[in-house]
């Protein structure tokens, strides 16, 4: 399980979180929503660790490996395709390691100490190896790359001749064989066609980890996910179902919302009124005086027009391919 306890977090001045907590259950899958500037991004970045909050902590089991996609594009360097992709995912190293242990191992004799002190390492670096499915990894690249829109060939290319559009698929070909625990995606279909789209979507409903998405497109949202987060006012708070069964939820939230306040509008005006009227009644002084206190202590109710108009009007993300 992933927890955010009572983070609190501000950013160039301007308070993103506070006293934030979220569970995240091992391999749930949850659509992370807001309006822009909430702190969905952020709190990917907290997750992933690459910032920290001001207060609280982030944590999760430390053998776990989380695979975080940002939205903006990430630089990816300049190989050939297949070469990076092991490089990316580590496995460049461990056979690099590999390599090197099994050199020494052969010019050393048989029951000596270094030798005994080797072979552990030979066998924990085979496990790490077996773990990113080392013997069948450029299979499995050639399958996902082709899933993600690649051409037969194209593995061999520099990375460097590819647009900023296909770089951002070479990040999620990289991320998808480091074979993650966690997924943390922002926007992983914005560079996709409707044929790479619906390719991931098939890979991910079969993806075994925990699964943590921010999209624009509805249509993932709902296949993929069954928690939706709601990030506003510094906090998170989830709602059970995909994307259109929060946006139903929320709605009839609101539309209670209205109901209350418009209930407690008018019992504020009712009160109000009888104050004015009796205020310089001595008889009724005790009375005016309660209800001048009653109105002091009303919380009023919100109707959150702001979060209508992020959960109602979330624009349908058009599955027209290659932005």
């Not at 510094?234 to 919302?257: H, I, T």
């Amino acid at each position: 399980m992933i927890r955010c306890s009572n983070i609190s977090l501000t950013l160039g001045g301007k308070r993103i979180f506070d006293n934030l907590n979220l569970a995240v259950p091992t391999s749930s899958r949850m659509g992370v929503v807001g309006d822009n500037g909430a702190g969905k991004t952020t709190l990917f970045r907290l997750i992933a660790g690459e910032i920290s909050p001001d207060r609280g902590e982030v944590s999760f089991p430390s053998r776990w490996r989380l695979g975080y996609l940002p939205q903006d594009l990430v630089e990816v360097g300049n190989a050939p395709l297949m070469e990076l992709l092991k490089e990316k995912t580590g496995l460049a190293h461990i056979e690099r390691d590999l390599n090197e242990v099994r050199n020494r191992l052969s010019g050393l004799k048989p029951h000596s100490r270094e030798r005994t002190s080797l072979l552990d390492r030979h066998d924990r670096l085979v496990v790490s190896y077996e773990a990113l499915d080392g013997y069948g990894f450029e299979a499995m690249a050639a399958k996902i790359l082709k899933g993600l829109g690649f051409r037969s060939g194209d593995e061999k290319r520099m990375s460097g001749e590819f647009s900023g559009g296909w770089k951002m698929r070479i990040s999620l070909a990289s991320l998808l064989l480091s074979r993650p625990d966690v997924l943390l995606l922002d926007e992983p279909t914005n560079h996709l066609d409707t044929e790479s789209m619906e390719w991931l979507e098939g890979y991910l409903a079969s993806f075994q980890g925990t699964l943590l998405a921010i999209s624009h497109d509805r249509r993932f949202l709902d296949k993929l996910t069954g928690v939706t987060v709601e990030i506003s006012g510094g906090m998170a708070r989830p709602y059970p179902g995909n994307f259109s069964e929060y946006v139903r939820k929320r709605s009839q939230e609101l539309e209670e919302a209205e109901k209350l306040a418009k209930k407690q509008e008018k019992e504020i005006a009712r009160t109000a009124s009888f104050i004015e009227r009796f205020r310089y009644k001595a008889s009724k002084a005790a009375q005016v005086q309660s209800r001048i206190r009653a109105l002091e202590k009303i919380d009023r109710v919100e109707t959150a027009e702001a979060s209508r108009r992020v959960s109602m009007r979330f624009p349908p993300c058009p599955r027209s391919g290659l932005e």
